[in-house]
């Protein structure tokens, strides 16, 4: 699966790149982790941002739970990579349901407008 990066280089572009995202409404400050959506800051809770720009930041790439957690979360105590589900559900709900596709059988994948 060529499509799937390694956790390292996920770490390198999250350090090299500060510069806000634009995708139509919604708007991602790395720098400040804030998100807008048209127009309306939309509070996430610090992991929530963390997945949100994980996948942002590789639209269209496919991300298996595992891979997320190992990126985002795998000094946390909070929650194991199963529960990386319930924050993409909450990240739906908040952010509109076509924003993170489910690629049934190998993960999610960021899907702007």
Known sequence: MTALASVADFSTVAASADAPLLFGSL???PQRRLVWQAGQMVD???MEFDILLLLARRPGQVFTARQIYEAVAADSFDAGWTGISSMVYK???KLGSDIIETVRGH???FTPE
Do not use: A, F, N, V
Request: hydrophobic share 25%.
């Open 91 to 93: 990240l739906r709900r």
């Open 44 to 46: 996430l809770t610090p």
């Open 107 to 109: 993960g999610y994948r």
């Open 27 to 29: 708007q991602i400050d």
